[in-house]
């Protein structure tokens, strides 16, 4: 394999995450909608376009071994191959979190409830808002852009506690609201699931450039 050929494939493989983080953008918000607006169908269209998410992760990771094996890679290849490996595992467990909400759709679509009081659609808009910048910094490898969108973090976390506070409160008030409340719970915590696994991204966009290895999930 030519160095020519070689940069060819990693720009190729370069694509396919990004055409991933994509799909897996349109699934949280997808996953949301549906469950704001009881929409069965489009839950159900989430939970079926996860086996593309599990499709291109799969694709991808061969494609990671395959150029390993064909060429002494550089520095910088090994670990753009080793960052692009791990983010594509964390964007097919926040895949995997829109179809838990999308199956809770499912599981509340005969029951009347109104989620414009408990913020769920403002945190998702955060966590979108998240995705977006931290792929936005692995295409740009702008670290200052990286810090930025780890930012985020805090405040989807301090959106989730807030939150968390205000839905015990309702079911303490009311008993009959407890399991649809509960649902949300995980509802909640499954949005603040994928922003650290957008964090995780961001460590690999900064290991991606420096080489050095940070925690960022504090």
Same mark, same amino acid.
């Given at each position: 394999?030519? /160095? ?6 990693? !720009? !190729? ?35 079926? +376009?996860?086996? $593309?998410?599990?499709?291109?992760? @799969? ?19 090994? /670990? ?7 983010? &594509?595992?964390?964007?097919?467990? $926040?895949?995997?979190?829109? &179809? =838990?909400?999308?199956? #809770?759709?499912? /599981?509340?679509?005969? !029951? ?16 979108? @808002?998240? #995705? ?8 740009? /490898?702008?670290?200052?852009? &990286? ?5 985020? =973090? ?7 506690? +807030? ?7 309702? $079911? ?6 407890? +399991? ?15 922003? =650290? ?19 960022? +999930? =504090?």
């Amino acid at each position: 394999m030519t /160095r020519k050929v070689f940069d060819y494939a990693l !720009e !190729e493989m370069h694509n396919d995450v990004l055409r991933m983080g994509s799909i897996v953008e349109k699934q949280i918000h997808q996953c949301i909608e549906s469950l704001v607006h009881q929409d069965e169908d489009l839950a159900r269209q989430v939970i079926k +376009n996860d086996d $593309m998410v599990d499709d291109l992760q @799969k694709e991808i990771e061969d494609k990671c071994i395959k150029l390993i094996g064909k060429e002494q890679p550089l520095a910088i290849d090994l /670990r753009t191959i080793f960052t692009t490996s791990k983010l &594509v595992t964390d964007l097919e467990r $926040m895949a995997d979190h829109s &179809v =838990d909400i999308a199956k #809770i759709t499912l /599981r509340i679509k005969n !029951e009347q409830y109104d989620v414009t009081s408990i913020n769920i659609s403002e945190m998702s808009t955060m966590v979108n @808002k998240m #995705i977006k910048m931290a792929l936005d910094a692995y295409v740009s /490898r702008d670290i200052e852009d &990286v810090y930025a969108a780890c930012e985020m =973090d805090d405040k989807i976390d301090a959106v989730f506690k +807030n939150t968390f506070s205000e839905i015990l409160e309702i $079911m303490s008030k009311d008993n009959t609201k407890i +399991n649809q409340m509960t649902y949300f719970l995980f509802v909640f915590k499954y949005l603040e699931r994928i922003a =650290d696994h957008v964090t995780n991204i961001c460590e690999g966009t900064i290991y991606l450039v420096t080489g050095e290895q940070k925690d960022l +999930n =504090d």
